[in-house]
């Protein structure tokens, strides 16, 4: 389980920056087939500064897009209503890109080029639902119009550019749609992710709600059985104290049976899936800033978690406070008859970490819990701090 979570996360991050650069490709490549044919046209069709300030525009409208399209995500957490720097720095970005846009669109004589680039800024934006793709289709059927506007000069004034340009218009009028989809499918990628964060809260939530019921009935009935054994020790005490001391020790177990009762929930309730934890230390150390890496056998779920559950806390605890913050690795697997877990990480100059500590903390209370069930640990402090733990697969399950 630990491995789905963490390859999930990875996927979502690797799915908008996948997204981004494809973005990103397609804009450039239809800003460059432009340039390419404008490079091409013969010079007395060509305003001598035009590919310099086609260019310009160039760097202007694709910067733009980059913004643009690395804000969307963030975008939906602000009211631009309410969030008026947010809302200055993109309206501050989209008239850049417009002139860009406009730049390209008068040097190279294409309504089409100059319409079509700022139709891909407008879809960037955040826009309610289906918004986005009514726009884009109307956008789209413009700019077949303009086609047949800029028909004329796209066919003659180039010999060798009817077959360019035909590229250049095809990929233009395909943009918007490319780039509309694009968003849609992180929109659904990051609903499904938020899906699954949300079924994960209500899971732990039913969890609680379970583990209180459980409570209720064992406290509400040892606390009805101690107060009639207590009612009885009081009616019997002045006639049988013998009996009536019986009653009460008859209510001291009960209560030690309702404290021990109580710590077993307790004990169930935190206990969590070992690859949940390590899931939990992975994401606490990304966190932090370290780049993390996981390394999971593919029996991980059957390790001691009461045992190894501790260990993991106190050895990421041991690693926000000692390393460097670059890297960490973590890893779990089953050698024999052993379960081996292992964290290392880059730390800071200076000498290790202590060996000793107080509070079950520190090295030793690791190296002590560890000695009692019949495991070794192992710690290696040079340009790296490893520490690796082996305890019998069967010792504490």
């Not at 200055?88 to 970005?93: I, N, P, Q, Y």
């Not at 030690?256 to 710590?263: K, Q, S, V």
């Not at 730390?347 to 030793?364: C, E, F, K, V, Y």
Request: with cysteine; proline share 5%; charged share 20%.
């Amino acid at each position: 389980m630990t491995r789905t979570r963490i390859s999930l996360a990875g996927w979502v991050r690797a799915t908008w920056w996948y997204t981004v650069a494809g973005v990103v490709v397609l804009d450039v490549m239809v800003v460059g087939y432009w340039w390419l044919w404008l490079a091409g046209l013969p010079p007395e069709h060509v305003l001598p500064a035009a590919p310099v300030l086609a260019g310009l525009g160039a760097v202007l409208q694709v910067g733009a897009v980059v913004l643009l399209v690395r804000d969307y995500p963030a975008s939906a957490d602000h009211d631009d209503t309410r969030d008026g720097r947010h809302r200055r720095r993109t309206l501050g970005v989209l008239v850049a890109g417009a002139v860009g846009s406009a730049l390209l669109g008068v040097t190279t004589g294409s309504w089409m080029l100059g319409v079509g680039l700022l139709a891909v800024l407008v879809g960037l934006l955040r826009w309610p639902p289906g918004i986005r793709w009514r726009l884009t289709v109307v956008l789209t059927l413009l700019l077949v119009a303009l086609w047949v506007v800029d028909a004329p000069r796209l066919g003659t004034d180039a010999p060798e550019g009817p077959d360019l340009s035909r590229v250049a218009a095809t990929l233009l009028l395909t943009l918007p749609t490319l780039c509309a989809f694009s968003l849609w499918w992180w929109d659904v990628v990051r609903e499904l992710d938020r899906a699954r964060a949300t079924a994960g809260a209500l899971s732990a939530t039913r969890e609680r709600l379970r583990l209180a019921g459980e409570v209720h009935d064992l406290q509400g009935h040892h606390l009805q059985v101690v107060a009639l054994q207590l009612e009885l020790a009081e009616r019997l005490i002045e006639h049988d104290p013998a009996a009536a001391a019986e009653q009460i020790r008859t209510a001291r177990a009960s209560v030690d049976e309702a404290r021990a009762g109580t710590r077993d929930l307790a004990t169930r309730f935190r206990g969590v899936p070992l690859p949940d934890e390590l899931a939990n230390a992975a994401d606490l150390l990304r966190a932090a800033g370290h780049d993390v890496r996981v390394d999971l056998g593919p029996d991980a779920a059957q390790a001691p978690a009461d045992v190894l559950g501790p260990l993991v806390r106190e050895s990421v605890t041991n690693v926000l406070k000692h390393g460097a913050g670059a890297r960490a690795r973590i890893s779990l697997r089953r050698e024999a008859d052993r379960w081996v877990y292992a964290i290392t990480n880059d730390r800071r100059p200076g000498p290790a970490p202590d060996a000793d500590g107080t509070d079950g903390t520190g090295l030793a209370a690791i190296r002590e819990r560890i000695a009692a069930l019949g495991g070794t640990v192992q710690v290696r402090a040079d340009a790296d701090f490893a520490l690796t733990v082996a305890v019998p697969a069967g010792g504490a399950a």
